[in-house]
């Protein structure tokens, strides 16, 4: 009888981790495969619909500078955006954009040039403790990087370092040290683009600390090493998806004319 029910308890278990794995598999899917939807261009008639909606020019300007953009620039655009009281400084940063280069089978291939920056923050805590020299760390990335305001890595994608130096308080008051780099990230085609970049952290020497750690959510500003072509998705045509609220982007509903 208590074999059975030592039996019964460990398949327990054993579903119980099945059932842990298999959701940590699927919300990993599922944030790869919000990664993987491709930006929407943005065309004039979103630039006067966010106007409309309330956003400030400012606001407007930001988005195409990070955004991929398909604009008509030709005389009757222009008109367009006249008879709409688009403001100057919004048509000429629409005139500025720059041009996509052309789709080869669904993907835009662009440059990330070296020494691109890329803002990370700590996945998990370290510590001179319980890691040693050789551990890899992981980190993911704050925000998106964008070449010509295409998603070239996406916010959340994962990137990796590696433990250098790790250790404790020494007999012989040496303070404790943790040193890392950081090896890779990984772009939205799936590359492990090289990135260059190093920290450390030291124990309190005052307080004679044992140990030196680093916390979970630290962020980082890092860099690639060297220059790599990245496929990016093809952004989708207007029409596809919606854009961007005016309450996502300015919760105060600002009108258009207060910020003419």
């Known amino acids: 009888m208590r074999e059975q029910r030592g039996l019964f ?4 278990q054993c579903a119980a981790l099945g059932l842990f794995l298999a959701g940590s598999e699927f919300g990993a899917a599922a944030q790869n495969q919000q990664e993987a939807i491709p930006d929407r261009l943005l065309t004039n008639q979103d630039i006067v619909g966010m106007l409309r909606s309330g956003l400030s020019p400012r606001t407007v300007i930001l988005r195409i500078h990070d955004s991929p953009c398909k604009f008509d620039k030709s005389a009757g655009g222009l ?18 954009a720059p041009e996509l280069p052309p789709t080869v089978k669904g993907h835009i291939p662009v ?40 998603r070239v890595i996406a916010k959340g994608a994962r990137a990796r370092g590696r433990l250098l130096d790790s ?13 890392w780099n950081l090896m890779d990230v990984e772009t939205v085609d799936g590359q492990r683009v090289p990135l260059r970049g190093s920290s450390e952290r030291t ?17 980082f500003q890092v860099f690639t090493y060297g ?14 998806q919606t854009p961007a609220s005016s309450e996502e982007l300015n919760p105060k509903q600002m009108t258009y004319q207060e910020h003419r």
Do not use: C, W
Not at 9 to 12: D, G, L, T
């Open 167 to 179: 250790r404790n308080r020494s007999r012989t008051g040496d303070v404790a040290r943790l040193e």
């Open 9 to 12: 308890f460990y398949a327990f």
């Open 227 to 240: 220059s790599r072509k990245v496929n990016v998705p093809a952004p989708i045509q207007a029409g596809s």
């Open 79 to 96: 008109q367009g955006l006249h008879d709409a009281n688009v403001p100057y400084k919004v048509v000429l940063a629409m005139m500025q």
């Open 203 to 219: 124990g309190d020497e005052i307080n004679h600390e044992k140990s030196a750690s680093a916390d979970e959510g630290e962020e």
């Open 111 to 150: 440059m990330l040039a070296d020494s691109t920056p890329v803002k990370v923050v700590l996945s998990e805590s370290i510590d001179s403790e319980s890691h040693k020299p050789g551990y890899v760390i992981y980190f993911r990335v704050l925000q998106d990087v964008r070449v010509q305001g295409l």
